[in-house]
C-alpha cells in the first residue's frame, strides 16, 4: 500500500448528515493524516468572493511602503499580531530566514478576555479598514470549518465527538495574511534562503488556502519531497505538533517547505497565500492520549501544555 498519497475529501460529506458519507469521509481523512499528515479538503466555506478580496486587500496593504507597514509591527506581542516584517522568522533549526513577511489575525475579544486569555490585542490599519472586515470573516469562517474538522479526527480517534470542542474555545488561533515578496534575480537571495524554510506547525491543525503560485512541497515517509498543489475551490489540512504530540505520533506533523521558483520570471512575480493556525486555549494538556500508548509504541513526548509549547516554539523561531 502506497502511504504516500494525501487524500481528497468533501467537508459536505461531514456535515451533510448522511451517515455513510460521513464514515468515509472520516477514515479517509484520519488515514491521510496517520500516513502523509496531510489532507485536501473541498467546500470548506469561504467562497471565491470572499478568498479574492482577501487577496486584494492583501496585496494592497503589502505594497505599502515599509515605513507605513512597520508602524502595524509591535515588537512586544513575539510576531502574533499585526504585521511580521521580512528577514524576521526562521524556521527551527535554520540559520537563515525565510523570503516572507506576513500579517497576523487573532480572536476578537474584549480588552478584558484578551487580558485574562493572555492574548495580545489586534491591530489592524487605518489606511485600509476592509482587511479587518474581510480578514476577521475569513477566520470566523475558518475556525468554526477547524471545528468541525477536528470533530472529524476526535472520532476517528474513537474518542467523543465534542472532545476538542471545550479545548479550542476561544483559542489562541491566527490567520495569517502571507506575501512571499517578488525578487529581482537570484543574486538577492542569501545562500540557503527559502520562501519557507522545512519546518513543522506548531498548533493542533492548519487550514490553508491555496497560493497564486505553486511551491508547497510536504516530506514523505522516506524523506522525498513532493508536491501539493490543490485546486483552486480546495483548502490543504496539515496536522500539527500539539496535535502529533497528543496523540503520540499517531497522526503525522509533516514537515514542509515552500521552495523558490525555478523560473527566474516566477521569482519576480509575487506568491500570496492564508494559512489559519489553529490553536487550543493555552491550558490544554498535551499529554500523549492513554489510547495512542502502546506496549509496541511507547509514549514519545514529555508532558506539557499548549501555552508553554507555544512559548517554546516561538523563541525557536526568533519571533521572542
Not at 519531497?225 to 496536522?239: G, R, T
Amino acid at each position: 500500500m502506497n502511504k504516500n498519497v494525501i487524500a481528497k475529501v468533501d467537508y459536505h460529506d461531514f456535515i451533510s448528515g448522511d451517515e455513510a458519507k460521513r464514515a468515509k469521509f472520516i477514515k479517509e481523512f484520519g488515514d491521510s493524516f496517520a500516513n502523509m499528515g496531510f489532507a485536501i479538503v473541498s467546500n470548506h466555506g469561504v467562497t471565491e468572493e470572499e478568498k479574492q478580496a482577501l487577496y486584494r486587500v492583501s496585496e494592497t496593504f503589502f505594497n505599502l511602503p515599509d515605513d507605513i507597514k512597520l508602524q502595524y509591527h509591535d515588537q512586544n506581542n513575539a510576531g502574533q499580531r499585526g504585521y511580521i516584517p521580512k528577514n524576521v522568522e526562521t524556521a527551527k533549526g535554520r540559520k537563515v530566514a525565510d523570503l516572507k513577511e506576513f500579517y497576523h489575525i487573532g480572536q476578537q475579544l474584549s480588552a478584558e478576555e484578551n487580558a485574562s486569555m493572555g492574548y495580545p490585542e489586534n491591530i489592524f490599519p487605518t489606511e485600509l479598514p476592509e482587511l479587518e472586515e474581510i480578514g476577521v470573516k475569513v477566520y470566523q469562517t475558518f475556525e468554526n470549518t477547524g471545528r468541525n474538522l477536528l470533530k472529524a479526527i476526535a472520532l476517528y480517534l474513537n474518542l467523543e465527538e465534542d472532545y476538542f470542542n471545550d479545548k479550542i474555545e476561544k483559542g489562541n488561533s491566527v490567520l495569517r495574511l502571507l506575501h512571499y515578496f517578488p525578487l529581482e534575480n537570484v543574486d538577492d537571495i542569501p545562500d540557503g534562503a527559502e520562501r519557507a524554510g522545512a519546518h513543522g506547525d506548531i498548533n493542533l491543525i492548519t487550514l490553508l488556502m491555496g497560493a497564486n503560485a505553486r511551491g508547497l512541497q510536504a516530506q514523505t515517509l522516506e524523506g522525498e519531497w513532493m508536491d501539493v498543489n490543490p485546486a483552486p475551490n480546495e483548502i490543504v489540512i496539515n496536522i500539527g505538533d500539539m496535535l502529533s504530540r497528543h496523540t503520540n505520533g499517531l497522526l503525522r506533523s509533516t514537515i514542509h517547505r515552500v521552495v523558490n521558483p525555478i523560473d527566474k520570471e516566477e521569482l519576480k512575480k509575487p506568491r500570496f497565500s492564508t494559512p489559519f493556525f489553529l490553536h487550543p486555549i493555552s491550558e490544554m494538556d498535551l499529554s500523549c492520549l492513554d489510547s495512542c500508548v502502546t506496549e509496541a509504541k511507547p509514549k514519545q513526548f514529555d508532558d506539557i501544555t499548549a501555552g508553554e509549547f507555544l512559548d517554546e516554539r516561538l523563541r525557536e523561531l526568533r519571533l521572542k
